[in-house]
């Protein structure tokens, strides 16, 4: 069976939030794609707001960038459930 991957467009304003609290943290986009698990290019996808992240990778974000209130509800919110280890940007 073939497994199609949901695509989400992602929200307004995600990506220049994400790359506020980036900069707010100190993170380059490649200190912050490891502290997610994912290559930096995917970062910038997602600062660029092409890209919706996995759970597993908006929660990664989430501690790495300390996010809470409305910032992690609106990464968690367009988060797509069925993107895993097998997802082209995980590293490893």
Do not use: F, T
Not at 36 to 53: F, I, M, N, T, W
């Amino acid at each position: 069976m073939v497994m199609i991957r949901e695509r989400r467009i992602p929200p307004q304003g995600l990506g220049s939030m994400l790359r506020q609290a980036r900069e707010r943290a100190g993170l380059s986009q490649s200190a912050l794609a490891a502290a997610a698990g994912v290559r930096r290019p995917y970062v910038s996808k997602l600062e660029d707001s092409a890209r919706c992240p996995s759970l597993l990778v908006a929660n990664a974000l989430c501690a790495a960038l300390a996010l809470d209130g409305d910032e992690a509800a609106l990464l968690l919110g367009c988060a797509v459930d069925d993107a895993g280890r097998s997802h082209p940007w995980r590293v490893g």
